[in-house]
């Protein structure tokens, strides 16, 4: 396939998909103060990212069970990272937000992956970098698109 000429979507998704993939594992890997398991990350970056939620919120927004995110929860208000507080408007709910700890963690979590970035991306010519944040319009459009 010669893609230096003019590239069919198909061709440039089917160069991309795989490396987006394994770029974006090793970014969830990267082990942070608190070693959090995935679904654990995943909620603390929902609910910083959201804002307080219930549960049942949450458990959409992550695709997953109630059931699944029930336990994930239990975790993290276990470690004091999230509070449960009655919902104001329906005393019947239970609204998850992330306590200071938690903000930290997300923080934590966040910086150790720029920092591990970082490292790599030192690693490549000012060309490829270049091209690299040449690139980040277009990947965010594709980003909003999907």
Do not use: C, F
Not at 55 to 71: D, F, M
Not at 72 to 90: F, H, K, M, V, Y
């Amino acid at each position: 396939m010669n893609m230096a000429d003019d590239p069919t979507p198909q061709e440039v998704a089917s160069e991309l998909r795989p490396v987006l993939g394994q770029l974006y594992r090793r970014l969830r890997q990267t082990k942070a103060v608190g070693d959090l398991t995935l679904p654990e990350s995943s909620a603390l970056s929902r609910l910083e990212r959201h804002g307080p939620a219930t549960a049942a919120e949450l458990a959409k927004l992550e695709q997953v069970s109630p059931q699944s995110i029930g336990a994930t929860l239990q975790a993290l208000e276990a470690t004091g990272l999230i509070a449960r507080a009655p919902d104001p408007g329906d005393g019947r709910r239970v609204i998850l937000s992330l306590t200071e700890a938690g903000h930290a963690t997300v923080q934590s979590k966040r910086t150790a992956r720029t920092e591990q970035l970082t490292r790599v991306l030192a690693t490549l010519t000012a060309e490829e970098r270049s091209r690299l944040l040449a690139a980040v319009p277009a990947l965010e459009r594709l980003s909003g698109e999907l």
